[in-house]
């Protein structure tokens, strides 16, 4: 492998992943995008019905069947492999497909259950999807860099949430795609290539955790792990109609996640679940919480699930336009929506004026260890990092220790400002009380294609700020026209504007972020459970 050239290497790890989906499994041929926009429906006419039945049912009344024994752990495997096998075809969404390893697992967890009667654990038998940012036994995780396809992982390398959701009996079946380094909202790489987007494959899933997005939306899983440095669980979230949190830093164990810019501790990467319910979101971080974390990462602190009482009355406040990049009409459409309903159930909304966005956005930053790690084979860097970080070593000027001080310093003095700001909302609020949470667009566009100018600034704020975040799956897009505008902020707001297609757009996720302050994790939860039984009022499956 080492004596092969960077592209011979990447297509044989592309070929790996095809060649590991059983043939029965494959299909004969891919739909194109004109014949089939839209895939989720596609994908369920592959599956037997039982195997419909399985993949689609809410993630408590499948933890119940398996731990009944009603259903077998791996029927339900199975089930998910053949899911996921279908979305990786018509998607490139996977970078491990783990099926030998996930059928042995299960069929131990099975004769468990058969010969004590009792579960390994709150998980067991569920099949959980993976960020390729996690070291799992038996499998590489290069995160988009051809010089980490350096071999399989061993269980030691296991750490973090990885040993924690197997302790529970999760089944690990898939990894998921990313870009080179995790560094951009797109979703492409020289390994594994670019994945698309299920709900129109013309259109980007996101990134960087976007193959988890595009394989979630077509329920190749019941729930994964990504990771998020500055919306990288949120965005993808967002473009596929999925439920996904970003923790404040230190709360949930970020260790077993393979990255090149390790060490970086001032705006540092977090993980979060990504799931189609917000009982499943809720769930996955009590799991996480009640393994202690603490005990076994020490840059997690000791704080236990705390339960949070909503009040009556919630103050929202509401962010449209950052004043960098105004969000594209059906955007602003559907916060402005959620807004009115939560005015009608009687909640206040207020408009929050921030601190600048933009200067949020200049703190946060990368590193050049990822040319290094490009240089080693000669692999070109994909052109969306290369924007950010410079195309080669040198490109990017290097900041001193005394630079990345002043940043840190920087940062801590612009989320002083932001609390400020934020604790100042009880002088304009009819309680007399700060505001609960904080609402904004996920996305300023519906959505992109590759090659597409982009903006990535409604999401990093939260990141430097280090406040909890949760993107929500509460509207689709409307065919909203698009305006005249001749007062542009600039360049990239025009561009975004006339990038927008209300034609092409319409029926496509639209994400709605709610920010809450630093470890206010239950919190945002518990809110986002009041918003969503405001926005669909059929009384949702009870939490688990």
Excluded at 110 to 132: C, E, M, R, W, Y
Excluded at 300 to 308: A, F, G, L, N, Q
Excluded at 518 to 535: D, G, H, L, N
């Amino acid at each position: 492998m080492a004596d092969m050239t960077w592209s011979a290497r990447g297509e044989a790890k592309r070929s790996s992943v095809l060649e590991s989906i059983p043939k029965a499994w494959r299909l004969a041929s891919i739909p194109s995008v004109d014949e089939l926009p839209n895939d989720l429906a596609f994908v369920a006419e592959q599956l037997s019905s039982e195997e419909r039945e399985i993949t689609e049912m809410e993630l408590p009344a499948l933890i119940s069947a398996v731990a009944s024994g009603r259903l077998s752990a791996r029927k339900v495997t199975e089930a998910y492999a053949h899911r996921a096998a279908v979305a990786h075809q018509l998607t490139n969404c996977l970078s491990e497909f783990m099926l030998p390893s996930a059928l042995k697992e299960a069929d131990r967890l099975d004769q468990h259950l058969a010969k004590t009667g009792n579960t390994v654990g709150p998980l067991h038998g569920i099949p959980v999807s993976l960020k390729d940012q996690f070291f799992v036994d038996g499998y590489e995780t290069s995160v988009g860099f051809v010089a980490w396809l350096d071999g399989p992982a061993s269980r030691e390398d296991e750490a973090g949430i990885v040993p924690i959701l197997r302790a529970a009996g999760a089944v690990f079946h898939v990894k998921t795609n990313v870009p080179t380094s995790t560094m951009c909202i797109e979703t492409v790489n020289n390994v594994i290539g670019k994945t698309v987007n299920p709900y129109n494959r013309a259109y980007s899933p996101g990134g960087s955790s976007g193959g988890e997005g595009a394989l979630l939306a077509q329920r190749g899983a019941p729930i994964g792990v990504g990771t998020d440095i500055g919306g990288s669980v949120r965005v993808p979230c967002s473009l596929n109609g999925l439920w996904g949190l970003k923790c404040s830093p230190h709360r949930l164990p970020p260790a077993g996640a393979r990255t090149p810019i390790q060490g970086q501790i001032s705006i540092p990467s977090v993980i979060g679940p990504m799931t189609d319910s917000l009982d499943a979101l809720e769930f996955f971080t009590k799991l996480t919480l009640n393994a202690r974390p603490w005990e076994t990462d020490p840059e997690v602190i000791e704080m236990p699930w705390r339960s949070y009482d909503v009040p009556e009355k919630l103050v929202f406040g509401m962010v449209l336009d950052d004043g960098v990049v105004l969000p594209q009409p059906a955007v602003r459409v559907a916060v402005e929506k959620l807004a009115d309903k939560l005015r009608e159930a009687g909640h206040e909304v207020i408009e929050f004026e921030p601190p600048s966005h933009a200067e949020g956005l200049n703190i946060w930053t990368g590193g050049n260890q990822i040319h290094a790690l490009c240089e080693e084979t000669g692999e070109p860097l994909i052109e969306e990092v290369a924007e950010i970080m410079g195309a080669g070593m040198g490109d990017r000027e290097v900041m001193s220790a005394e630079e990345v001080w002043e940043m840190a310093a920087e940062r801590v003095a612009y989320t002083a400002k932001y609390d400020k700001a934020w604790n100042a909302t009880a002088e304009v609020t009819q309680c007399q009380r700060p505001m609960d949470a904080l609402l904004m667009p996920t996305t300023a566009a519906v959505g992109w294609k590759r090659g597409d100018p982009n903006y990535l600034g409604y999401t990093p704020v939260g990141n430097v700020l280090q406040y909890t975040g949760i993107s929500m799956p509460l509207a689709k897009a409307e065919p909203v026209p698009k305006e005249s505008r001749d007062d542009f902020y600039n360049d990239v707001d025009e561009t975004i504007h006339n990038l927008y297609s209300p034609k092409d757009t319409a029926g496509m996720p639209v994400g709605i972020q709610m920010l809450g302050r630093r470890f206010q994790e239950e919190k945002v939860i518990a809110i986002a459970r009041v918003i969503e039984k405001i926005v669909f009022p059929s009384p949702p499956e009870a939490a688990l």
